[in-house]
């Protein structure tokens, strides 16, 4: 199993409804055990800490560069805290062999602006993204 690559960063953009937005990707997993054991890629969202259910991972399509398509799966949109993994793409066992990519987005809520905005991060703003499989 490899990712590629094991992190990314997100440039914040402020969207017309004063959220900020990023994203990233795209994000390659190669499983070539041959086990068809099963998967999951996560993405976790680095930064300072305090923040309570502000940033909602939205991953893209999962693309199938190689192996059978539908194999693997995006996640659903899900809201984490600061450094706490959340689903990008799966392959339940008996699948996921091969090469797969997707990419995604992050938000972080009007509300949760305001936190942010003592710490400095605004329109611009870097976040680092790692990946990790399990």
């Given at each position: 199993?490899?990712?590629?690559?094991?992190?990314?960063?997100?440039?914040?953009?402020?969207r017309d409804?004063?959220?900020?937005?990023?994203s990233?990707?795209p994000v390659?997993?190669?499983d070539?055990?041959?086990?068809?054991a099963?998967?999951v890629?996560?993405?976790a969202?680095?930064?300072?800490?305090?923040?309570?259910?502000?940033?909602?991972?939205?991953?893209g399509?999962?693309?199938?560069?190689?192996g059978?398509?539908?194999?693997a799966?995006?996640?659903?949109?899900t809201t984490v805290?600061?450094?706490?993994?959340?689903?990008?793409?799966?392959?339940?066992?008996?699948g996921?062999?091969?090469?797969f990519?997707?990419?995604?987005?992050?938000?972080?809520?009007a509300?949760?602006?305001?936190?942010w905005?003592?710490?400095g991060?605004d329109d611009?703003?870097?976040?680092p993204?790692?990946?990790?499989?399990?």
């Amino acid at each position: 199993m490899s990712i590629s690559p094991l992190a990314d960063t997100v440039m914040l953009h402020r969207r017309d409804d004063g959220e900020l937005e990023g994203s990233f990707g795209p994000v390659v997993v190669t499983d070539a055990r041959g086990s068809l054991a099963g998967w999951v890629l996560t993405a976790a969202i680095g930064g300072s800490s305090g923040l309570k259910e502000a940033i909602k991972v939205v991953p893209g399509p999962a693309i199938a560069l190689t192996g059978r398509p539908g194999e693997a799966t995006a996640a659903t949109p899900t809201t984490v805290n600061i450094d706490q993994p959340a689903s990008l793409m799966s392959a339940p066992a008996g699948g996921g062999g091969g090469i797969f990519e997707i990419s995604g987005t992050v938000t972080l809520s009007a509300r949760s602006f305001d936190e942010w905005a003592t710490t400095g991060l605004d329109d611009r703003s870097i976040v680092p993204v790692s990946f990790a499989i399990r």
